[in-house]
């Protein structure tokens, strides 16, 4: 079974600070994950995904995150909050070997204090 | 070019009614999705299309009809609207499977009364 866990429903940091958002996932074979980031009254955005290779994994608005397959997380991170990256954010995870369809967490809400 | 619409954006109905939920595509992706977002479930799959008439069931396809006889429309119908069933509701699509992320409508929220 394929499942994904994000342990906070709120983080809060303030403006210019380093955020973290944390994810673990749970998957039968290896991994696909992926963050998405959803605005108020828009849909999801796609923001990086791991397929394979480098554990590091760069994408959208100076957003990264880590792969670490010994912890099975996938944990979200930014050098230096901005005000405008206060949202939904959503880790979601694919076994390689099964279905086409994405698992995803309950959602973390972000808001960065300025 | 649109990309990925969704209508209507807001809908009430009443107990028992029949409804359906529009999306559209124009990126002529093979896959798409329907999903909906509860307070404390996330996002949950509710149907999914590999291809045009090719449909499978996600984690939560009780009480919801599709159909896919065209690439880019994947109609979703609620063929007895449910107090349970009010949500918002999300379609994506995706060129293929495997590790290509998806892409989301602006969604539909549907109130049922």
């Known amino acids: 079974a394929q499942s994904v866990a994000q342990p906070e429903d709120q983080v809060n940091v303030a403006e210019g600070n380093p955020l973290t958002v944390k994810c673990t996932y749970s998957?039968?074979?290896?991994?696909?994950l992926f963050w998405y980031v959803q605005y108020p009254n828009r849909g999801l955005q796609f923001l990086l995904k791991?397929?394979?290779?480098?554990?590091l994994v760069k994408g959208s608005y100076g957003f990264e995150a880590e792969f670490n397959k010994s912890q099975t997380s996938f944990h979200l991170k930014k050098p230096s909050a901005l005000v405008s990256d206060s949202a939904l954010y959503f880790c979601a995870v694919r076994d390689m070997a099964g279905a086409n369809n994405l698992f995803f967490g309950t959602g973390t809400r972000l808001t960065v204090i300025p | 070019d649109a990309g990925i619409t969704q209508s209507p954006r807001y809908k009430i109905t009443e107990t028992g009614r029949q409804v359906t939920l529009m999306c559209h595509q124009t990126?002529?992706?093979?896959?798409m999705f329907w999903y909906r977002q509860d307070l404390g479930h996330g996002l949950r799959l509710i149907y999914y299309s590999a291809a045009a008439d090719i449909t499978d069931k996600g984690e939560v396809p009780d009480g919801y009809v599709v159909s896919r006889s065209k690439t880019e429309n994947f109609p979703l119908t609620l063929e007895s609207a449910t107090r349970s069933q009010t949500s918002v509701y999300f379609c994506?699509?995706?060129?293929?499977?495997?590790?290509?992320?998806?892409?989301f409508g602006p969604g539909t929220r549907l109130t049922v009364t």
């Open positions: 791991y397929i394979t290779g480098d554990n």
């Open positions: 994506a699509s995706s060129p293929s499977g495997g590790p290509y992320e998806q892409y």
């Open positions: 990126w002529s992706h093979s896959y």
């Open positions: 998957v039968s074979g290896n991994p696909y």
